[in-house]
């Protein structure tokens, strides 16, 4: 896998992909940046959503739940000092379909956060706290 990072102006870069995608990364104002878009960071998080949500997504789906979305909910805290690393993650997927079953959800996210997240392996081996928990939302 391979991407690349093109220094744009003050403190805004663009990210290209292997794939063929890119994606503009920008500080906070505060630190010369105009907001075009996410930070770096919030970029190490979306990525850590999207592998999670992948594997929820793909087991639940193999296990023939009749899911019609999934959305995972990040909240993260920092260390105080620089380097300012994630110390805690937290995913919270709220599961809907019809009768969707809670042992099903609850063995996806097992198996998401104890075998197949790339992201999320790497950065608890990394000392990251990474916890879990879901909901499931009956489908109409």
């Not at 292997?18 to 075009?36: F, K, P």
């Not at 594997?55 to 105080?80: F, G, N």
């Not at 009768?99 to 790339?118: D, G, I, T």
Request: proline letters at 2%; a negative charge.
């Amino acid at each position: 896998m391979q991407t690349s990072v093109h220094w744009l102006e003050n403190v805004a870069f663009e990210a290209k992909s292997e794939s063929g995608h890119h994606i503009v990364m920008d500080g906070a104002e505060a630190y010369g940046g105009q907001n075009r878009g996410p930070r770096p960071m919030e970029l190490i998080l979306m990525g850590l959503g999207g592998c999670a949500s992948f594997d929820i997504v793909t087991i639940l789906k193999k296990s023939r739940q009749d899911v019609s979305d999934v959305v995972c909910q990040l909240k993260a805290e920092r260390a105080d000092s620089i380097p300012s690393v994630f110390t805690k993650i937290h995913l919270h997927f709220v599961v809907t379909g019809k009768a969707v079953k809670e042992k099903q959800v609850a063995k996806a996210v097992e198996l998401s956060a104890e075998k197949y997240c790339s992201a999320s392996k790497m950065l608890s081996d990394g000392g990251v706290e990474i916890t879990h928990d879901f909901e499931i939302i009956e489908a109409e």
